[in-house]
Structures are given as C-alpha cells and as structure tokens.
C-alpha cells in the first residue's frame, strides 16, 4: 500500500539531500533582501492596515516564499521529466496517478514549510511578534499544497523548459506581486482588484495574515483556498494521466 | 534461480493489430506477434522504423491508437497495474539519477514495485553482484562509465522479478568490448533467470548473436519473422558481390560452389547476414 507515494516522496527527498545546503541557503536569501529593504529601511515608522509595516510584511513572505517553494517543484520535475527521465520510473512502475501526485504534492508542501520556518527565524531575529492561530497550520498546508498541485501541472502540460520560463514570468510572478503580499490589495485600482481576486495567492494571503497578526478570518476565503486546493489537485492528475514520454 | 512462473511455453504477451498514430503520421500500421515464456526476441530495423514507439506502447509509456496489448491473456489497458508487474523496462537513454548512489536508485525501485522491506537488502545485493557493480554500491551514478549504468538499469529492472524485459538499443552508443559483456548479461537473465526478453537494435550482429527469433520492422510494418538462420536461408546461403562500375550487384545461392560459379573476375563470395535479408525486403540498408 501507497508504495507509489512512498516512492516518490522517497526520491525526491534523497535528490534533495544531496542539495540541501545550497537550496536552503539561496531560498533564505531573497526574503531577508524583502526585509531589509522594506521593512527595515523604507518601512520603518510607517503602518499598515493597523499594523507595523514589517509585521504586515512578514506573513507576506511567508506566502511568497513558501510559494515559490512549493511551486518550484516544477522546474525540478521538468528536469526529471525531459532531461534525466526519472519520471518514467514511476510511469513503469505499479502505481496510480494519484500517488505519484501526492507523492510529489508531499514533497512540494515540505519545501514551502521549510522556507516558512526559515522565515519564523528572520520574524524572530527581527523582534516581529506574531500570533499562533489553529488556522494558520490549515491555511499554510493547504496554501504549500495547491501551489505545489499547481506545479505539477504546469510542469506536465509543457513541452520543454522555455515555456516553463513563460508561464513563470507571465502568471506566477505578478500574481506574487500584486496579491496582497507587499501591500493591501484594497489599495489597487478596481481592474488588478478583480484580476487579484480570481488568484489564489490572494486569499491564502489574507487567511494566513490574519491568523498571524490576530486580524479576523473570514471563512469565505478559507472555503475558496480548500476549492483552490482541489481545483488543482484534480487538474494535476489530470495533467499526470495524459503525460507520455 | 529457474523459471519461477514455470511459464515456458506459455504466452506472456500478445501484440494484435497495434497501430500508432502522431497526427497524421502512421509510426506503427498494425504489428502483431507473440512472444512466450523464456523467449528471446529481437525488434530489427532502421532507426524511425517503430521500435521504440512499440516498446514504448507495450510499457504503458504511450498510449496506441489502435489495437489490443494482452498480457497473459488480460487486456493491459484494462488492467496495467497488474499487467506491470511481469514488465521490465530498459530505456534507450538511462534513466537513473545521477545524484544518487547505485544503492539508492536500486532501492527506489524495490519500493515502488512494492518488494516486501524485509527481502529489499538482499534483492539489491544480489543484483549488484549479478551486475559485477558490488565495490559501487554506495557511489554516485554519475560517477559511472556508460557501461556500468547500463548494466545498473538492466539489474534493476529485474528487481522485481518480471517475467518479460524490454530492452530498446541496450548496446548502443558503447564500445565492442563492453557491448560483449552487456551481451553476455542479457543471455544470462534469459537462460539464467528465465526470462523472455524484447529487445530493439538496429546492430545486425547484436540480433543474430542474441535472438532465438527476429522480427524486421520497416516503417512501422513487420515485413519478415522467423528464426535469424530461416531468415537467411529463406533468401540462400551465399552472396556473390559483383563489383561493376558504379555499384555492387548481389546474386543469392544456397551453397558456396553454386554462388562461386557466377564469379569470373572482380567479385566476392561471402555468408549471408541478416543485413543482406533487411535490404533484399526493403531495398535500404539499416546503418545507414
């Protein structure tokens, strides 16, 4: 029983034990540049939505990084898939779709929590005082594993890896720029608001400051994060049954 | 280490009427053969021709347009978890990660076809010894020759017991001498081990060294099937080779004196090869 999961979780973890220094190292960096200069210089003194700046900026960093973590497991799939064809391994092998989906969704969601922790320190070391809110556990593994679903169906859908880099550069990038996590989406004007507001980020953003910073949940965005979360679950294995090599 | 299955005989795969399509392009156009418990099977043709797009299909890797697939009698798009076990699969590029030590690529595999944990450890040193990689155990694969990962794919691909290997182009891309222990590995999972085995080349000798039978693939049809001494007698023993001015016509005889009588100045007799079979069906050569 789920020897699929197991199995690929399994090689993605002995994969990144090999790198693991030089991943944890380069994914801590871009957060503390985001701290330093905007929440330490130009933040300073200046609040938001209530709340010192750098305390609003905080669980924005956690969602931006952990994102880029989790949906980072795309770019490594890729490599899998089109260059060291590891990927047909598991197609051969004796397991369902499915497994090979939560398999890698398991290890895209340990690599977001990995960078949240990373950031709890630099909140820590920043004298940032958050607050522990039940939800915010729900929030963060479900935000880790919706991006990492959506990840792996990016990265089965393309073809090779330019158009990985297109997708990147024209849906993930501004999404992480314009929901929420540098400044309050009700400041934008009313055309990015209703782009901003068909993008998951957004609400996982809102739910997990919230439950940081002791703001009040609202429970139509949790309910949109777990529909995002099964969107993409289904469109992963959707993504994973068409693959051929 | 027999026949476990004690399938001799007994058909493990049944290829009917496959039919592949990319598009418009036909790449297979109806190929059907069988293959039985301890076989040993070769896939002969020119490269583009539908080997690995057969291989490929048989494995589950590609989906076919048309035709049924049945492994020991079960239809495998019916059934290809189950019909996955009795498969083996080695890939024309190898599929190992490099990062990795030997050991570790063994054991991903052992758990992803669900060997029982406490027979993993002595399933893997077996095949690291069947493999002659024992010293390498817990190096890393890209630390390997072409040779040894080739010969870490194909041991490992029998981890889990298959009763049928697949084995596209094991050999190519290597030199003579290691290519002739990678030949002498594949008799030994045959014979040894008992399982029937597929393999694709495009190495006329690599086919007549190694198959019991031979099946010749030309754009995605099989234009001839039999064992690789039918084969050869089928067209005559003997190849006289004029050599006029601007080509080299071939005559075919069953016995060298008859073939030595047509020759009266610059010519040349020689045995018959599977070569000479291939060009005579299709009128092109196969390495070229």
Known sequence: MFNGFKGVLYRELSVFRTRAKKQILASSLSPLLYLIAF???????????????????????????SLNQ???????????????HVFDEFLIAPISH???????????????????ILIFVYALLFGVKLIFNPVFFMAILLHTFLFAALGITI????????????????????MIFLSGTFFPVDKLPYIFKMIVYALPLTYSTKVI??????????????????????????????????VEA | MKNSAGDKDRTVLSVEGLVKKYGKKKALQGVSFKIAGGDFLGLLGPNGAGKTTTI?????????????????????????????????????QSNLDRDLTAFQNLYLHTILHGIPKP????????????????????????????????????????????????????????????????????????????????????????????CGRVLIINRGRIIAEGPPDDLKKDIGRYVLEIFLENRIEEHFFPTREEALEGC?????????????????????????
């Open chain 2, 119 to 210: 027979l993993r450890m002595e399933k893997i040193d077996e095949a690291l010894e069947f493999a002659g990689l024992k010293e390498y155990r817990d190096r890393q694969v890209k630390t390997f020759s072409g040779g040894m990962r080739r010969r870490l794919v194909i041991v490992r691909a029998l981890l889990h017991e298959p009763r049928i290997l697949f084995l596209d182009e094991p050999t190519v891309g290597l030199d003579p001498q290691i290519r002739r222990t990678l030949w002498e590995l594949i008799l030994k999972v045959n014979q040894v081990k008992g399982t029937a085995i597929l393999l694709t080349t495009h190495y006329i000798e690599e086919a007549e060294k190694l």
């Open chain 2, 264 to 288: 009266d100045h610059s010519c040349k007799v020689r045995e018959v090869t599977l070569e000479d079979v291939f060009l005579k069906l299709t009128g092109r050569r196969i390495n070229v």
């Open chain 1, 70 to 84: 989790s949906y980072g497991i795309a770019q490594e799939l890729n490599i899998t898939r089109f260059y060291f």
């Open chain 1, 209 to 242: 400051r919230a439950s940081l910073t002791g703001g009040e949940i609202n429970p139509l965005f949790v309910f949109l994060i777990v529909m995002f979360a099964a969107l993409f679950f289904y469109t992963a294995l959707w993504a994973v049954r068409r």
């Open chain 2, 56 to 92: 490929k299909i048989l494995t589950g890797l590609t989906k076919l347009t048309e035709g049924g697939v049945y492994y020991y009698g079960k239809d495998f798009s019916g059934h290809p978890r189950e019909a996955k076990r009795f498969i083996g699969m080695v890939p024309q």
């Open chain 1, 98 to 116: 499915t497994e090979i989906v939560l398999g890698e969704a398991a290890y895209g969601m340990f690599k977001g929590l990995l960078s949240t």
């Open chain 1, 39 to 65: 929440g330490w210089s130009f933040g300073r003194g200046v609040s938001v939505d209530g709340l010192p700046y750098i305390t609003f900026l905080i669980p924005g960093l956690i969602t931006m990084s």
């Open chain 1, 155 to 174: 990265a089965m859908i393309v073809r090779d890896h330019g158009t990985q880099a297109t997708v990147n550069t024209f849906v993930i990038t501004p």
